[in-house]
């Protein structure tokens, strides 16, 4: 067969050489370029053996790395037993085919047999994607962003292209006979028709995920958790509202946006939610497909970024977030003079000698940022206060007057505000006293059978 068999994209229980080629504009850490790939690899289960790095102006065409260091890469990876050789680049199919056929001469694999696998980043944030999913909706947006992964890269990635034979002395039997076609065709049109299944079931996900945020954001305020991944997120989720939510020291723990009910003070409630972490050049197609998991975050009234301070690469951390935000609608703004989202900072990890070493340079930065411990609780207090102080600025004391008789309305009032108080005026018509967010207050003044007599916002 022309080409090397590669259905296996997994890199679980395997031998990995990490490779990186720092580019003028590229976004990985100086002090550390590999760490973070190197903590991705561990996740998906790999044992990373070796690494190489290399500086180049721009990539070379037919290895990305060139075809010295390709060999370089070759002698390492056998060297080691290596399986599976991880880029922290992006790489064409063409690339993918040419490495593994250097790598693979220089290992001696006989050819049509499997020998070391090359992936680039997005293929392996996809392959660890893939083990986290648990939800049904997960599970479609990660087979959606693999099969939009997948299509461009057929050519490279399967080795029964050879053509079906046809006419005489060509196959034999029904479904044989006619013009034939590659089985790159065959793959092609079902992965296509994959493609347009998974969005269509998505789609459907989305409209309805976006209904119910929206319908939730209209009766609640709600406050969103966003951060880099293994940042604290689920930890602060479960801290919050003891909602028993899987956390770990782990890239990707969760996939699973979950909303729980959050007590603030003085009987205050919000709905608070735990997102998806982000992470570093994000595959595109991942933050497509996964929209829909992201909606809490652009309906959300206020988000809560939490930042692992103590990460050595925090800085990098907080502008990839800050850019994920951006691309999906929600652009965080720290400050109310400024457009975009309310957004509140969380230095987190302060627990640790390095959080509380670095907590208070971010607080220069961010004056109004808040040191916390997702772990310990340590500034809890102070996040429960500046939290209440949002919402309370946000919500308003309603007087108003509606007649008894509208069951409809006053099921309404009952459902989406927090009444404080009744009185019956007389047989027919009802003052209530209750506190409301903005937008309920608007849906009440375009009803013409509420008579609104007092509106106030609550010290």
């Not at 680049?89 to 020998?115: F, M, V």
């Not at 009444?419 to 209750?434: H, P």
């Amino acid at each position: 067969m022309a080409e090397l068999k590669r259905t296996d994209m997994s890199v679980k229980q395997e031998k990995a050489v990490l490779v990186g080629v720092i580019l003028p504009k590229s976004t990985a850490d100086p002090r550390d370029p590999l760490g973070e790939l190197g903590s991705l690899a561990k996740t998906a289960g790999a044992k990373v053996v070796g690494q190489i790095l290399q500086k180049r102006q721009r990539p070379d065409a037919g290895t990305y790395i060139g075809s010295g260091k390709a060999e370089e890469i070759a002698q390492l990876a056998i060297a080691h037993d290596a399986d599976v050789v991880v880029f922290d680049n992006d790489l064409s199919p063409a690339q993918i085919g040419s490495l593994e056929k250097i790598i693979n001469e220089h290992a001696g694999t006989p050819r049509g047999q499997e020998g070391i696998k090359v992936l680039d980043r997005s293929e392996l944030i996809l392959d660890i994607f893939a083990t986290r999913a648990r939800t049904h909706e997960a599970k479609l947006q990660v087979e959606l962003a693999q099969m939009e992964y997948t299509y461009p890269r057929l050519m490279k990635m399967w080795g029964h292209l050879e053509r079906i034979q046809s006419g005489a002395g060509g196959g034999i039997g029904i479904g044989t006979r006619g013009p034939g076609e590659t089985q790159l065709e065959t793959d092609r049109r079902i992965v296509r028709k994959r493609i347009s299944d998974l969005k269509a079931e998505i789609s459907k996900i989305q409209q309805r995920k976006t209904r119910l945020v929206a319908e939730r954001t209209r009766q609640h305020m709600t406050v969103c958790i966003v951060g880099y991944t293994n940042a604290g997120k689920s930890t602060l989720f479960n801290t919050l509202t003891a909602a028993g939510t899987y956390a770990d020291n782990k890239l990707f723990a969760t996939l699973d946006t979950k909303t729980r009910a959050w007590k603030l003070e003085r009987g205050t409630e919000v709905m608070l939610s735990d997102t998806v972490g982000f992470v570093r050049d994000l595959p595109h197609g991942l933050v497509a497909s996964f929209k829909a998991t992201l909606e809490e975050a652009v309906h959300a009234d206020l988000l809560l970024h939490v930042l692992d301070v103590g990460h050595p690469h925090a800085q990098q951390q907080f502008d990839s977030v800050h850019k994920v935000l951006k691309e999906i609608g929600a652009k965080p703004s720290a400050r109310s003079d400024q457009e975009g989202k309310p957004d509140l900072l969380l230095l987190n990890k302060t627990d640790t000698a390095e959080g509380e070493e670095n907590a208070p340079f971010w607080r220069t930065l961010h004056p109004d940022a808040i040191p916390i411990s997702a772990k310990t609780g340590k500034g809890m207090d102070r996040l429960h206060e500046a939290v209440y102080q949002f919402v309370r600025g946000q919500q308003l004391d309603v007087t108003l007057e509606a007649d008894v008789t509208n069951g409809r309305l006053l099921a309404f009032i009952e459902s989406h505000t927090r009444v404080k108080s009744k009185e019956f005026l007389d047989g027919s018509r009802v003052q209530i006293q209750a506190v409301m967010g903005k937008q309920t207050l608007a849906d009440l003044q375009r009803n013409d059978q509420v008579e609104l007599k007092k509106v106030v916002s609550p010290k």
